[in-house]
């Protein structure tokens, strides 16, 4: 999401707005995105809050950020002659029958005519107690919500390994995972709460949660041309079925 200066990589972001237009939308499927960001934008903006820790500057921040993420977004998928639209959410939107229903009327609304929600959270206004707290859960809980077909979790590795495949050579790929219970098992987390790298931990138990609602996950690198890789099945993923 970002370059090597902290600001949102506006390039990266157009590629794969292209992506997801030419491999995904005008092949008649529809899609949803779960994206971060807004408090690195938010810092790229307002630099002189750059050592402010305060939770209000950080939540003030994450306000003028989500702004500007909102606009790469918009400026990404123009080229392709798609709109965007932002959905931010907490916890305990998830939680309400009445929240639910709304959500999922308004993504059905969204998608049936074309547009490209950006999910987020709302990082302005929560607090620990409704705070979802990373994107892989978002994206699970999204997913389940829009009763999805599948969910991509990007990462910064292929996928799952038995091992941290940055210190161990020997470390094994492991393309599909039947039983999540038996893959925690028999991986070695070198004792974080990771298994080894590219926070997989977390989407692994997104996976789970997507799992009985009939929704497959494929986690996979976000590098270039990832979406296109996916589409026509070159891309290298760990496949949870």
Same mark, same amino acid.
């Given at each position: ?23 995904? !939308?005008?092949?008649? =499927? ?7 960001? #807004? +408090?690195? @934008?938010? *810092? ?82 929560? !607090?620990?107690?409704? =705070? ?7 994206? #699970? +809980?999204? @997913?389940? *919500? ?96």
């Amino acid at each position: 999401m970002t370059d090597g200066e902290g600001r949102i990589d506006g390039g990266f972001l157009g590629a794969f707005a292209e992506q997801c237009a030419r491999s995904v !939308v005008k092949n008649g =499927k529809q899609a949803i995105i779960v994206s971060s960001g #807004a +408090q690195t @934008a938010g *810092l790229s903006t307002m630099r002189k809050w750059a050592r402010k820790k305060d939770i209000h500057y950080r939540q003030a921040l994450c306000a003028v950020g989500q702004v500007m993420l909102m606009k790469a977004w918009e400026r990404a998928f123009a080229p392709a002659g798609l709109n965007v639209a932002q959905i931010l959410l907490t916890r305990d939107d998830f939680a309400s029958p009445q929240r639910t229903l709304n959500m999922r009327n308004t993504l059905f609304t969204l998608v049936d005519e074309g547009i490209v929600p950006i999910i987020n959270e709302n990082d302005t206004t929560c !607090v620990e107690e409704i =705070k979802i707290g990373d994107n892989d859960t978002l994206a #699970a +809980q999204s @997913a389940i *919500l829009w009763s999805a077909d599948l969910l991509v979790l990007f990462s910064d590795v292929d996928g799952v390994y038995t091992k941290n495949p940055q210190r161990h050579p020997d470390a094994a790929f492991i393309d599909r995972v039947a039983d999540i219970a038996a893959l925690r098992a028999n991986i070695s987390m070198d004792g974080k709460s990771d298994f080894g790298t590219g926070g997989v931990a977390t989407k692994v138990a997104a996976a789970e949660l997507v799992l009985p609602y009939g929704i497959p996950s494929v986690i996979t690198r976000g590098k270039p041309a990832a979406l296109d890789a996916l589409a026509d099945g070159s891309a290298k993923g760990t496949v949870f079925t």
